[in-house]
Each structure stands twice: as structure tokens, then as C-alpha cells.
């Protein structure tokens, strides 16, 4: 298999343990990574609706002006400065089909599919998983990050004066929150029956439990080739991950870095999975995400990869 070429896109949501994922990835020889493009082409839209109140065109092509002013406004909401080329959904299918890089992975965010009208800037050749999360573990991680994000970049309301009064719901500049699972589980059903019968779904549970037999299993559901140093490695520089395929630069300096990044930044391999937090110790947001969020990833849970006995099912 390590002789073959392999494409793979990882669908995930914020918060699903898929940066670390990324960072195993990494240590396959001769592979490109790719971070989120279709995410930031889809936080690119949001920003043009609210800030331009305007419709961003699917193509930087012909729109070079639009797409500078849109790109300002993504720097300032995600504290990093983008690239505008990289925002729209045709250049991302472009550059991911035109790459030829032996090893290809992409991690990216369900949310930048909300709908057919960009399914189908989907890349062709390229193998789909999924990686999932409890809801009861993702919202509370999104919450603890998103309030010093929006914090530090002076988004947040008069009255939100501290991280218990924060409610992340106000703040979709970066993606509509509480549809995380709902944009996840409708694109893997749209997978499933449009682009790739075979899509892979993984239980970040499951990885963080036992990543020795489920991400070998994994590799070989999806293609990629397995080697023991994705399973640890070196405490990462911000430099290393930086040289990714993110759409934007990344400094030390940045604000928001550790807020995003920083226990990706000190891990140096999968640690065991977060037990659920009490629920008396949850802000309302997280709840009510939470619990709205269930029975999509109750769902795509059913159907989760799994290794029983060496079998793969």
C-alpha cells in the first residue's frame, strides 16, 4: 500500500480531536497536508454576509476586490492573517485536485458543506472518513475555546463579562455552532450515496482508547499507509505545523494560538479520551448544543468503525 498514491479528507467538527489526528498524519513519508480549506472558504461566505452583506462568489477569479475585503475581516475574526486566493471554494478544489504529492490529507470541517450549492466543489479521487465526538465533550471545548478567542479579539457582547456568561451561540462569524452535527451527519449521508460508498467513520473514543489497533485499521480502511511513529512523536513547533497547507501564516505571537492549538502544541502522542463533564458544571449553550446535537451523532455512532477481534466492521 505505502508504494500507491492515497487522497483523504477527514470530515470532523471544532473540537473533535482532529488536530492531534492531523499531527499523527503527518509522520506518513511524502505526505501533504491540508488544513481546513473548505472550513475557512466557509467562514469566508459567513464574513461576507455579515460584514459585506453580500454573496461571495464561488470563484477568486474575476472578484479579486471582493475577496481582499473578505479576507481582512476573516484575519481580524480567526487573529491570523489569510491569504484571499485560498478562500474560495474553486481554488480549493482546484489545488486539491492539481496536487502531486504521493500522499494527500485533508482535515476539514463539515460546516464549510452546508449544502449542494458547494458539494460540488468535493475534489475528485479522494477517500472520505469521518471523525466524530460526544456532543458532551465537543461543546464544552468549544465554549472554553471560543471565549478567550472572541475575548482577545474584542468580539465579545456588554454582557458577556466572563466565560460563564459567554454564550458561543452569539458568535457566528466562525461557523454556526449549534449545526455542527447536523451539517456532519448530512454531508456523510451525502457521501455515503454521491462520492464514496466507503466513507469511514471514527469514534474519537475509540482512537483515543486504543490508537495501537484502531489507526492501523483505519489507515488501511481509507488507503493511507501505517508506521509507528504516528502513534508519537517529538513535542511539535509552532514552525513545523505552521509549514501545513493552513491558507494563512502562523506566528508564535498570536493571541489565539494556545486558545486553539495549545494542547496540540504540547502533545506528543493520542492521550486517553476526556471523561464527560457534570452536567451542573456546563454553561446553558453547551446544553442545549449538546443535547440537540445527539441523535445526529447517535447515528453516525451506529455506524462507526470498529475493531472487535481484528475484524473490521
Known amino acids: 500500500m505505502s508504494e500507491e498514491r492515497s487522497r483523504v479528507i477527514l470530515w470532523t467538527t471544532p473540537r473533535g480531536s482532529s488536530t492531534v489526528f492531523a499531527l499523527s498524519m503527518s509522520h506518513v513519508p511524502e505526505i501533504e497536508m491540508w488544513m481546513e480549506p473548505f472550513g475557512y472558504a466557509g467562514i469566508a461566505a459567513l464574513n461576507a454576509k455579515i460584514e459585506e452583506r453580500t454573496v461571495l462568489p464561488m470563484d477568486h477569479k474575476g472578484n479579486e476586490q471582493l475577496f481582499e475585503k473578505v479576507a481582512r475581516h476573516v484575519s481580524v475574526a480567526m487573529d491570523r492573517p489569510f491569504v484571499p486566493a485560498t478562500l474560495s471554494y474553486q481554488s480549493v478544489k482546484e489545488r486539491l485536485e492539481r496536487t502531486t504529492a504521493k500522499h494527500v490529507f485533508v482535515k476539514d470541517m463539515a460546516y464549510g458543506m452546508p449544502d449542494g450549492d458547494v458539494t460540488r466543489y468535493i475534489p475528485s479521487g479522494y477517500r472520505h472518513s469521518f471523525l466524530i465526538r460526544s456532543p458532551h465533550l465537543v461543546y464544552p471545548g468549544v465554549h472554553k475555546m471560543y471565549y478567550p478567542h472572541f475575548k482577545a479579539i474584542n468580539r465579545l457582547l456588554p454582557d458577556e463579562k466572563d466565560e460563564a456568561s459567554f454564550d458561543v451561540r452569539n458568535h457566528n462569524e466562525l461557523g454556526i455552532h449549534e449545526n455542527y452535527f447536523k451539517e456532519l451527519h448530512d454531508l456523510w449521508r451525502y457521501i455515503l450515496i454521491e462520492v464514496d460508498p466507503k466513507a469511514v467513520v471514527l469514534d474519537s473514543s475509540d482512537l483515543l482508547n486504543d490508537p495501537g ?101
Open 213 to 313: 489497533r484502531v489507526l492501523p485499521r483505519w489507515c488501511e480502511a481509507v488507503g493511507l499507509p501505517f508506521n509507528a511513529s504516528m502513534l508519537s512523536w517529538p513535542k511539535p513547533e509552532v514552525q513545523e505545523i505552521g509549514k501545513w497547507n493552513w491558507g494563512c501564516t502562523w506566528t508564535a505571537e498570536q493571541v489565539s494560538l494556545n486558545a486553539f492549538y495549545g494542547g496540540v502544541l504540547r502533545s506528543t502522542c493520542f492521550n486517553p479520551p476526556k471523561v464527560l463533564p457534570p452536567r451542573e458544571h456546563l454553561t446553558d449553550d453547551v446544553i442545549e448544543m449538546a443535547e440537540a446535537s445527539m441523535p445526529f451523532y447517535n447515528e453516525m455512532h451506529q455506524h462507526r468503525m470498529r475493531v472487535d477481534e481484528d475484524t473490521l466492521s
